[in-house]
């Protein structure tokens, strides 16, 4: 394991088999209709391409990349949109796939701008969750994993732009970020 880790909070396997749930809940809420699934880039993008990979139910895919935090480890609550969708919301059912929702102010604003352009329908699922950390009232529909106030990589999630190409997470020593 990485010396700046303290230890491996959710591993490879324990991913997968919740990639595999959340895959059969949008199967079963989506069956018959063809959604379009949203990346919220950067940090989405590994529960992202296995979770569509993981579904029956064929989407449509798009990006987007929207940042808050920049190298700090606090986000600055005025997320920017880095890049926009290339297709157009209106009419369509909406999956934002996310990886973790934290203070909320993300969402909340994609929430706003997605809907406010149209989406028929706008479903959010999440890989994590941080509740503890939450400054708007706002929540995914869907949530593999709950997680505390700890600073956490891997799977996507970076410090500082490294550890995203990791296949599990883990916890980062305090001492890194707080040096
Ligand atoms: C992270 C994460 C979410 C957002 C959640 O993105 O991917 O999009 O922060 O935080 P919030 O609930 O406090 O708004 P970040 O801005 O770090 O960019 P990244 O995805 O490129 O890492």
């Known amino acids: 394991m990485n010396e700046n880790f303290d230890r491996i909070f959710?591993?490879?396997?324990?991913?997968?088999?919740k990639v595999k749930e959340a895959a059969k809940w949008l199967d079963e809420r989506f069956a018959g209709k063809q959604p379009l699934a949203v990346s919220v880039l950067k940090g989405s993008v590994m529960f992202f391409c296995d979770l569509v990979r993981a579904m029956h139910t064929p989407v449509q895919l798009d990006f987007m990349t929207i940042s808050s935090y920049g190298s700090s480890t606090q986000s600055s609550g005025v997320p920017k949109i880095v890049m926009d969708?290339?297709?157009?919301?209106?009419?369509?059912?909406?999956?934002?796939?996310?990886?973790?929702?934290d203070s909320?102010?993300?969402?909340?604003?994609?929430?706003?701008?997605?809907?406010?352009?149209?989406?028929?329908?706008?479903?959010?699922?999440?890989?994590?969750?941080?509740?503890?950390?939450?400054?708007?009232?706002i929540k995914a529909d869907y949530s593999c994993f709950e997680v505390g106030d700890e600073f956490?990589?891997?799977?996507?999630?970076?410090?500082?732009?490294?550890?995203?190409?990791?296949?599990?997470?883990?916890?980062?020593?305090?001492?890194?970020?707080?040096?």
């Not at 969708?85 to 909406?94: H, M, N, P, Q, T």
């Not at 102010?105 to 989406?119: E, I, N, P, Q, S």
């Not at 891997?154 to 916890?171: E, K, S, V």
């Open 152 to 179: 956490i990589v891997g799977y996507g999630l970076d410090y500082d732009q490294q550890y995203r190409d990791l296949p599990y997470i883990a916890i980062l020593k305090r001492e890194v970020y707080e040096k």
């Open 10 to 17: 959710l591993t490879e396997d324990q991913i997968q088999a």
């Open 104 to 137: 909320g102010h993300t969402l909340y604003k994609l929430r706003d701008l997605l809907v406010g352009r149209g989406a028929k329908s706008f479903t959010v699922v999440t890989l994590l969750d941080k509740p503890s950390r939450r400054k708007v009232d």
């Open 85 to 101: 969708l290339a297709a157009s919301v209106e009419g369509r059912d909406v999956i934002l796939i996310e990886d973790i929702v």
